[in-house]
């Protein structure tokens, strides 16, 4: 989360750090985090099943045995395939944990970009390639950890799953976390995970500002409305123009605002930021927690964009395509409504809501895939209390949130099979996203190593 919410907390200096790799376990998974940036593993050209087979090797190396790790894929998806780990714990009578983190990256075109996306440049106190954000430096920090475990003899009382998966960044890929909860639910099967979504933000300069919890996410799904019409020659124009008609409906979707509503997440979140807000912000939140129809309220909350979305269902027209020729009337009209659905509404509900607001001259359609209802999971004090006072040791004086992501991640997935995911705090980015999704990617070098320290120790505590 970035933007007016950013102010609600104090700002807390950078400590100083000891030089990245300075130790000889920092020396060692910065060795396995190179490789995995340095493999390519977009949809067009690059393979997760080979990093997912590099990440295997190391694992065996540490001494895991075949029988611990699980590879996994398709035949119509050879390159898209994932694995799961798995170090067993001391009590059968606890339910394990799994620790999820996504292989694939979005693509990256060399001449768009300062320096090779697929090369580690250490430049400037960042690390800069494709995926040294999202999720590689998760997905190294997860599998790193497993082998830091297995090489000190440490038997953790919970058994810890590792699954590093394919397909989390495209729609129409083969996405593993998908798959393993359809097909493979056992493998996965856990109290609880970790994924990405959560950390932390630092401002300009590299100050720490806030750590997030991510408890929950919106669902992504796509609509297509469509409007039809005879055509004919554009001499002799007629009312029933399928462009008109088109943008008539995609008014009134840009003038709809969906209901507020609360999880306890985004109640205790919003309360927090209201704490820390000055006036008049800070009294509009209050109210809108007293009544969420409160639409003076929501006026003033609503002017920053971040919290207008942690607020509600979101649908915004992504895509356009029309006509057919310059001197013709249009026979066909077509948008694409991106949806962010709030936790507990569902696709149906929202088709139902655009169609209403489309009119009768246009048709709406849910795309394919259709995602699932996302569940919310609870502010469990077992998860939020050891990631607060494992943040007072490693970043003391900086708050810890509980934050809904207003995009979506794999974790929806696992949802659905009834594992709890949250979205683990610790490894803190630039308040611009690090690059995330664009060019020039990249991970201040103390976050990266700060963090892994704290995520060892977290899971530690929620191991045993």
Not at 152 to 174: D, N
Not at 183 to 211: H, M, V, W, Y
Not at 232 to 241: E, F, K, L, Q, V
Request: glycine content about 10%; aromatic content about 8%; overall charge neutral.
């Amino acid at each position: 989360m970035i933007g007016r919410m950013l102010a609600a907390v104090a700002a807390i200096a950078l400590p100083g750090v000891a030089m990245a790799q300075a130790r000889p376990d920092q020396k060692a998974f910065f060795g396995l985090y190179k490789e995995l940036v340095e493999t390519n593993t977009t949809l067009s050209s690059g393979s997760c099943t080979q990093a997912a087979a590099q990440i295997a090797g190391r694992l065996k190396a540490a001494g895991f045995k075949d029988g611990d790790i699980t590879p996994f894929s398709v035949p119509d998806h050879p390159k898209e395939g994932g694995l799961v780990a798995v170090l067993k714990g001391s009590d059968a009578g606890v339910k394990p944990m799994l620790l999820l983190g996504h292989l694939d990256v979005v693509e990256a075109k060399r001449e768009d970009w300062v320096r090779d996306p697929f090369k580690l440049v250490e430049e400037g106190g960042y690390y800069y390639g494709r995926g040294t954000v999202d999720d590689k430096a998760q997905a190294a920090i997860w599998a790193d950890m497993l082998i830091r475990f297995k090489q000190a003899g440490y038997v953790p009382r919970r058994t810890i799953k590792l699954a590093l998966t394919c397909g989390e960044e495209t729609t129409y890929a083969f996405d593993g976390a998908e798959w393993l909860a359809k097909n493979r639910p056992q493998l996965i099967a856990a109290e609880f995970a970790l994924n990405e979504g959560g950390g932390g933000r630092t401002d300009d300069s590299g100050k720490r500002q806030l750590l997030a919890l991510q408890v929950g996410e919106k669902a992504a799904q796509n609509y297509t409305f469509l409007a039809t019409n005879p055509g004919g020659h554009s001499s002799a124009p007629t009312p029933a123009n399928a462009i008109y008609e088109l943008a008539d409906a995609l008014e009134a979707v840009r003038g709809h605002e969906f209901p507020v509503k609360f999880t306890d997440t985004t109640r205790a979140f919003f309360t927090a930021t209201a704490a820390g807000s000055p006036k008049p912000l800070a009294d509009a939140i209050r109210a809108l927690l007293a009544n969420p129809n409160d639409k003076a309220a929501d006026a003033i909350v609503s002017q920053d964009k971040a919290l207008h979305s942690t607020l509600r269902t979101t649908c915004v027209a992504t895509l356009l395509s029309a006509g057919h020729a310059e001197n013709a009337l249009p026979q066909r009209a077509t948008a694409n409504i991106n949806c962010r659905i709030f936790p507990g509404e569902t696709v149906e509900g929202t088709l139902s809501e655009l169609k209403r607001l489309a009119g009768t001259k246009v048709t709406v359609t849910a795309n394919q895939p259709i995602r699932p209802t996302a569940i919310p999971p609870t502010l469990d004090p077992k998860i939020v209390e050891p990631a607060r006072a494992v943040a007072a040791k490693h970043f003391p004086g900086v708050p810890l949130l509980p934050l809904m992501s207003t995009g979506a991640t794999d974790g929806i997935f696992l949802e659905t099979i009834g594992i709890p995911v949250y979205g683990a705090p610790g490894v803190f980015i630039d308040k611009d996203m690090g690059g995330i999704h664009g060019l020039n990617e990249r991970i201040r070098i103390a976050s990266l190593y700060d963090g892994r320290d704290y995520l060892y120790d977290l899971v530690k505590a929620y191991a045993g």
